[in-house]
């Protein structure tokens, strides 16, 4: 084991930047990414950075299994003591049981391994009410290990009854993989019943894959078959690549059941108990037990790590996607928005009436009153027809389905119609600023002329005449400057209300921050590593 610091440093930067990656949008093989992310930070929190620091802590061995598989049975027998509940109740193993000598108890009674679980030491009754408080609530949420020690274990040597594989309850499968991924031995126990069952064989081939150190065992197999059964399922063992693993079998008798003591005879559990001492009292043994499974995990990490990178690009290609779709929707409506403001589309029904009947039919308020709303249903219109843009363009994303939606109609509307009637109160001020700064007397109504700048600047070329009036007024040059003026802030304005309800879609996937550094930064520290190993 080389435990370099540098390599560690690595290892660790490793970690962190698998620990940052977020895979937030429901994209095609995003569910198998995230778990594989969550596999990854285990064996690396878990094994590979406690394994690499602390070379000479126990041997863990995990027995993992689906359920009624035996694996409490099998770990009480191995100690030759009731540690784990046995029975026919499923699941039986709701709390992870680990096991080791009373001198190793300080390597796991720390949060050297599985730092997630609140450790349970002793049994509950002979501690205060708060601290038994707090076990219970740690083992109803799954987040409980209890540790216990029994003097017959070797020295040197842990062993972790861990929860059904297969369990109904998922939380109880996620806490199974993760201890599995601490172990330095994989245990996987099968039955002479479900050796065929799809549940285990992915297990068997995830350690394959890692090369870890694995051992199996065939329980509960009838004396009369004994011999065939165990002939096929060593056949499909050759078959998936894995003749060479060490197998154990374990017959049925009395004690599989789970009554009685829950114990096996010792000799039914013999072979493996000296396979496991071997080990342990070995060092050449334990040498190649430990440095194959942290070479798996290590190798492993050349096609993980670039595999969780690529699951990272694609969702930063699907933001972008779906970020230029409502960048898109919104910069063709806002052009579409100019065009008509230069074709006088805002002069149209009571804005229209009112500008005809100025200033013998309507006032100057009036008619301001009118452009106002008039500009506000155009600015909505356009809104609404980005949003419906926007609505088709994800419909096509399936990530789309993982970013809440923001605006209602009604919420636009509101900061829609706020933001016009700013722009009109800055109009009315840059009219009362132009009227007040005016040398010749007599001054014009301040109202009058903002209402003739506001035609001149929505109505295009349906309301020239206003700018003749305005000028007549104020003058031509003080004309001029006020309609410059007054373009500049019509233009601020309904970019402003295009771009703030653009950010207002946008913001609940900007806020999922999907970025492309993750996939460079994993990419990077792989090599790092890779230099270092």
């Not at 008619?367 to 419909?395: F, I, K, N, Q, R």
């Amino acid at each position: 084991m080389d435990a370099r610091p540098q390599l560690i440093d690595a290892l660790s930067a490793l970690r962190d930047r698998v620990a940052a990656v977020r895979l937030p949008l429901p994209l095609p093989g995003a569910p198998r990414a995230r778990q594989a992310r969550v596999e990854l930070l285990a064996q690396l929190d878990d094994y590979l950075v406690p394994r690499l620091k602390q070379p000479e802590a126990p041997l863990l061995a995990v027995i993992g299994g689906s359920t009624g598989s035996g694996k409490s049975t099998l770990v009480n027998s191995l100690v030759g003591r009731r540690v784990s509940e046995a029975g026919v109740l499923r699941p039986t193993t709701r709390t992870p049981v680990l096991v080791c000598h009373p001198d190793d108890q300080q390597w796991f009674s720390e949060l050297r391994v599985l730092p997630q679980l609140t450790r349970v030491s002793v049994p509950p009754g002979g501690e205060k009410r708060a601290q038994r408080a707090d076990w219970a609530r740690a083992e109803a949420e799954g987040r409980a290990l209890r540790v216990e020690t029994v003097a017959t274990l070797p020295r040197g040597l842990a062993l972790l009854d861990a929860p059904d594989i297969d369990s109904l309850v998922a939380r109880n499968r996620e806490l199974a993989a993760e201890l599995i991924c601490a172990a330095d031995v994989w245990v996987m126990v099968t039955t002479a019943c479900r050796y065929a069952d799809a549940v285990p064989w992915h297990l068997l081939r995830t350690a394959k894959e890692y090369d870890a150190t694995l051992v199996t065992v065939l329980d509960r197999v009838p004396h009369q078959v004994v011999a065939e059964v165990s002939q096929q399922y060593g056949a499909l063992l050759t078959k998936a690549g894995l003749g060479d693993v060490p197998r154990f079998t374990i017959p049925e008798l009395p004690e599989s059941a789970g009554g009685g003591s829950g114990l096996l005879p010792s000799t039914a559990v013999a072979p493996l108990r000296a396979w496991l001492a071997h080990r342990v009292h070995d060092p050449a043994a334990r040498q190649q037990a430990v440095g194959r499974t942290a070479s798996g995990v290590f190798d492993s990490l050349n096609t993980r790590m670039p595999e969780l990178a690529s699951a990272v690009a694609a969702q930063y290609a699907a933001s972008v996607r779906l970020t230029t779709a409502v960048e898109g929707a919104y910069e063709k409506e806002g052009a579409r928005v100019r065009r008509r403001l230069q074709s006088g589309a805002v002069l149209a029904g009571d804005a229209l009436t009112r500008w005809r009947g100025y200033p013998l039919d309507s006032n100057a308020r009036e008619l301001l009153d009118s452009l106002t709303g008039s500009l506000t249903a155009l600015l909505e219109c356009a809104v609404a027809a980005a949003e419906e843009h926007v609505h088709e363009a994800w419909a096509r994303e399936p990530a789309a389905g993982g970013v809440a939606i923001g605006a209602t109609d009604m919420e636009a509307g509101e900061r829609i119609g706020m933001a016009v009637r700013r722009w009109r109160r800055v109009l009315e001020e840059l009219a009362e600023e132009e009227v007040r700064d005016m040398e010749r007397p007599p001054a014009p109504d301040p109202e009058t002329v903002a209402s003739l700048l506001a035609a001149t600047l929505l109505g295009g070329r349906r309301t020239r005449s206003a700018g003749e009036r305005l000028a007549e007024r104020i003058g031509a040059i003080s004309a001029t400057r006020l309609r410059d003026k007054g373009g500049a802030l019509l233009t601020t304005y309904i970019d402003g209300v295009l771009n703030a309800e653009r950010d207002f879609r946008l913001a609940p996937l900007d806020a999922l921050e999907v970025t492309p550094e993750p996939q460079a930064e994993l990419i990077a520290a792989l090599s790092v590593l890779q230099k270092e190993k």
